[in-house]
Nanobody, 121 residues
Framework: QVQLVESGGGLVQAGGSLRLSCSAS????????MGWYRQAPGKQRELVAT???????NYADSVKGRFTISRDNAKKTVYLEMASLKPEDTAVYYC???????????????WGQGTQVTVSS
């Protein structure tokens, strides 16, 4: 069974930095794309950043230049470095990964449980 676990959330002042981690475990043959999403109170979940298995990245315009997504394939972990944080970054951040459980299995999406990030003034 595949499990994604996020960590690193917390309370930080505006302008500060935070690093989120998400590690995958369980029956995993391969991990393709990984990404971070967030959901603020009363709003829909939105894409923050994605990274392919080869390291190609994409960012939401709202975080471009401030956030950096990276991954360590050996550790099956994806990271989100967040800098110059703003109050509008406050949200629950979720990790997503496309994972194949076996060599003949199709990729499917898995979600972590989420980690709270709160940015105060």
């Amino acid at each position: 069974q595949v499990q994604l676990v996020e960590s690193g959330g917390g309370l930080v002042q505006a302008g500060g930095s935070l690093r989120l981690s998400c590690s995958a475990s369980g029956r995993i043959f391969a991990i393709n794309n990984m990404g971070w999403y967030r959901q603020a109170p009363g709003k829909q979940r939105e894409l923050v950043a994605t990274i392919t298995s080869g390291g190609s990245t994409n960012y939401a315009d709202s975080v471009k230049g401030r956030f950096t997504i990276s991954r360590d394939n050996a550790k099956k972990t994806v990271y989100l470095e967040m800098a110059s944080l703003k109050p509008e970054d406050t949200a629950v951040y979720y990790c997503k990964a496309e994972i194949a459980g076996g060599s003949l299995s199709p990729l499917r999406g898995y979600w972590g449980q989420g980690t709270q990030v709160t940015v105060s003034s």
